[in-house]
Every structure is written in C-alpha cells, then in structure tokens.
C-alpha cells in the first residue's frame, strides 16, 4: 500500500484510511510505538491493543453465533 506525506498545518503526516485503520485493528486515540530501523525502514506497533469489556463481549458474541453447530459438537 502506498501512502504519500501530506502538509498538515505546521506538521507532516499520512493519512491512515478506515480500511487501514481496521486492517491494523487500530482506532483513533490507540497510541503506537514508532521505531526507525537502520536504512530508513519505519514500523509502528500498536501499545496495548485492548478491547473493552463490552467489544470482547461482542467479539465472542459474534464467534459463538458463527460456530455454534462445531461448539456443539466438540462439546
């Protein structure tokens, strides 16, 4: 995927798209830690990807309706 700088007020930065954002399981106000890696390479990984009690309730929520004839029968 291909991103371009863009001036932002006195700033740089790139625009992360929802598509990416969601990809990355990323939302506004995550913080991330930015490493720069010999080379010039830069990563970005996510701190403390959580969800909250009501997403995770969701989540399996969500897994269990999709899986309910395997959860039976391993049950």
């Known amino acids: ?4 700088i863009t001036k932002i007020g006195n700033s740089h930065g790139i625009i992360f798209d929802s598509a990416l954002l969601q990809l990355a399981r990323l939302k506004p106000g995550d913080e991330v830690n930015i490493e720069i890696h010999e080379g010039g390479t830069i ?13 995770f309730s ?8 999709r899986y309910a004839s395997t959860m039976k029968k391993l049950a």
């Open 43 to 55: 990563s970005m990984t996510p701190l403390n990807p959580q969800l909250n009690p009501r997403e």
């Open 58 to 65: 969701d989540k399996v929520d969500d897994v269990m309706k």
């Open 1 to 4: 995927m291909v991103k371009t």
